[in-house]
């Protein structure tokens, strides 16, 4: 790669360092894992490539636009490519990352996104999945409880703390 | 490689049908966690069914007796081209590849004046039965020499499982629960099973796909899925009385389709019908 495409993906990449998720406006794409690079396509123009969460997470349409506009307003050319493969997890997210959830009122994705038991397919049985309790993002303490396995949107859960009483949104290992 | 272009449409009507469906509770939930819980099932399901159906059309554009076969769609084409909605919204009740089970209404027969009558016992008891195949299926796929797929698996598959706990949570609080809910959870069982018959008698795309690497052997996950609707269903205290299978097996992957599937597609159409140029 040429030193003049490089500092060009290099500017793109800075266009776009300030967009977050809409949904959770603390968090830049590129630490939650959406957005995972910036590339030279065959026809020399940058490519962005974005990768959905959740199948159907409505976001997408808007994260997507929100990168042609930031590329936009600072001139830039680029598309947005989505792939796939490999899927999205939750595993990929920062420390400070879950750090800027936490504090968002958010209780970041806690257990792996794959469920740790025996191999083969019976470890879905319900058991073998049931979550361990989830740290409050209020007061910190684990002696909560989950009031609904969805919530506001696909990646989020509903909890609620039995000390300081406050209902919460655990993001969903995924 | 490419799946069977029959293959991916089965896949992508079973998911786009039970999504519509479950859709229906969306404002009539019978808790709001679980209006909630059943829109983000939907939401997930017509995801898959969209990443599914654009990779369908991907297949037909690319190939010229495939874009011969589906040229009476006119409907939602983007510079000539199908597009995913041409395929959801388009073709008619005969073109639909899904299960039978997942286009039935939330209730058993009714007699007299069709009233609606959802029953959330029929609603969980489809979709513990269904996702517990597709977590068998989206496994499997994760290995389709069809790139693509087994991209859409690897991310199906974590949805699903979620589906499945979601589903089998309930059906167990039903099952093991009043009198009353004992009650409908085995009738919703006893009237569903009899579809899943149709599950290990695939179509010719199904074994095709099978055959070329790109789908999976669906009769190699039999014994899997009765593993883990057996173990749920003794949680729950249900009984199973689909054994020996009574008689018809539904033909709804091969396109002969139970009479409600017509009615859930002219909801679903009619606006993309009415309005074929609409954008919002």
Wanted: with cysteine.
């Amino acid at each position: 790669m040429s030193a003049a495409t490089e500092a060009s993906l290099q500017a793109v990449s800075q266009a776009l360092a300030h967009l977050t998720d809409p949904e959770i406006p603390v968090v830049s794409l590129s630490e939650l894992g959406i957005l995972r690079a910036v590339r030279e396509g065959a026809d020399g123009v940058p490519e962005v490539v974005i990768t959905p969460t959740y199948s159907g997470c409505p976001a997408m349409g808007q994260i997507a636009d929100d990168i042609l506009v930031a590329l936009r307003d600072a001139g830039l050319p680029g598309r947005v490519v989505t792939q796939l493969a490999p899927a999205w997890t939750t595993d990929w997210m920062s420390t400070a990352a879950k750090e800027k959830l936490r504090a968002y009122g958010i209780a970041p994705p806690q257990g792996g996104s794959e469920p740790a038991t025996t191999p083969g397919v019976l470890r879905f049985s319900r058991h073998a999945a049931r979550p361990a309790s989830v740290t409050c993002p209020h007061c910190g303490s684990r002696n909560t409880t989950r009031i609904a396995p969805f919530g506001s949107t696909a990646c989020k859960a509903q909890h609620r703390c039995l000390d300081c009483l406050e209902p919460f949104d655990h993001f969903k290992p995924y | 490689m490419k799946a069977p272009i029959d293959y991916l449409l089965h896949l992508a009507d079973n998911a786009l049908v039970l999504g519509q469906r479950n859709a229906e509770w969306c404002g009539h939930g019978p808790i709001l966690e679980e209006d909630l819980a059943l829109a983000n099932n939907s939401l997930d399901l017509i995801g898959q069914a969209r990443l599914l159906y654009q990779h369908a059309a991907e297949l037909i554009n690319s190939n010229a007796s495939l874009a011969q076969r589906f040229a009476h769609l006119q409907g939602a084409r983007q510079d000539g081209r199908v597009t995913e909605d041409t395929l959801a919204y388009f073709r008619d009740t005969a073109e639909f590849r899904n299960h039978t089970l997942m286009e039935l209404p939330h209730h058993g027969p009714l007699v007299g004046y069709a009233v609606s009558e959802r029953d959330y016992a029929v609603t969980i008891a489809r979709n513990f039965l269904v996702s517990a195949l597709m977590v068998l299926m989206w496994d499997s796929l994760r290995a389709s020499k069809d790139e693509q797929l087994a991209a859409i698996a690897a991310k199906s598959l974590k949805e699903v499982r979620y589906h499945l706990q979601h589903a089998g949570d309930w059906l167990v609080r039903f099952g093991d629960g009043t009198e009353e809910s004992h009650r409908r959870a085995q009738n919703a069982i006893d009237l569903l099973l009899p579809y899943c018959e149709a599950f290990w008698h695939p179509g010719p795309a199904e074994s095709a796909a099978a055959q070329d690497g790109t789908g999976v052997d669906i009769l190699s996950l039999r014994e899997h899925w009765n593993a883990l609707v057996n173990e749920t269903l003794a949680e729950a205290t249900l009984t199973r009385h689909d054994q020996p299978h009574p008689g018809y097996i539904a033909q709804g992957h091969t396109g002969i389709h139970s009479e409600h599937l017509g009615f859930l597609l002219a909801e679903m159409q009619s606006l993309a019908r009415a309005h074929p140029t609409a954008v919002w």
